[in-house]
């Protein structure tokens, strides 16, 4: 598990994520209820999996993948409460997307990026989820990072 894995999972377990609203994030909200996700999701970093079943319920076919444990284990809970089928993993993102190259319609990231601890694991992210973006895919990316960039893309 990578550092900041276990610094989420102690907080999720702690019941103190400050970033987990126990609902969807206001701004994924929106792009959900416009209609602007759709078809197969990945949900990179889905925590504990809020924005995951928000997607299934809206139709959407659902991975979400997070480092933490305990998220995945509360995810999967949210989701069965909620009845909708979601696939959840536990691991490190990228290596969890080895080999679904060209496989999602859609990539959401709601601070996953702005958690990585370099700039080479941020290249390697950008790279990961590129590679398993369907051409034409959109990526939907919500973080608290206002002037970081990875060679000039914010």
């Known amino acids: 598990m990578t550092a900041p ?3 989420a999972d102690i907080l999720y377990r702690s019941g103190k994520a400050p970033w987990d609203l126990g609902a969807p994030q206001p701004a994924v909200a929106a792009l959900i209820a416009h209609g ?3 078809g197969r999701v990945l949900d990179a970093g889905c925590g ?3 924005h995951a079943v928000a997607l299934a ?3 959407c076919d659902v991975v979400g993948i997070d480092g933490s ?3 995945v284990r509360r995810a ?3 989701a069965r409460a909620a009845g909708v089928e979601v696939e959840f993993r536990c691991g490190d993102v990228v290596e969890e997307l080895c080999n679904a190259l060209h496989s999602f319609d859609a990539v959401l990231d ?5 958690n990585l601890p370099s700039t080479a694991d941020r290249r390697r992210y950008a790279a ?3 590679h398993v973006m369907k051409p034409g895919g959109l990526l939907y990316m919500l973080n608290f990072a206002r002037g970081d960039s990875v060679d000039g893309v914010r």
């Open 76 to 78: 999967r809970l949210n």
């Open 48 to 50: 504990t999996g809020h």
């Open 5 to 7: 894995a276990m610094f």
């Open 69 to 71: 444990p305990t998220a």
């Open 110 to 114: 709601s601070k996953c990026f702005d």
């Open 36 to 38: 602007a996700v759709q």
């Open 57 to 59: 319920r809206a139709g």
């Open 128 to 130: 990961a989820l590129h």
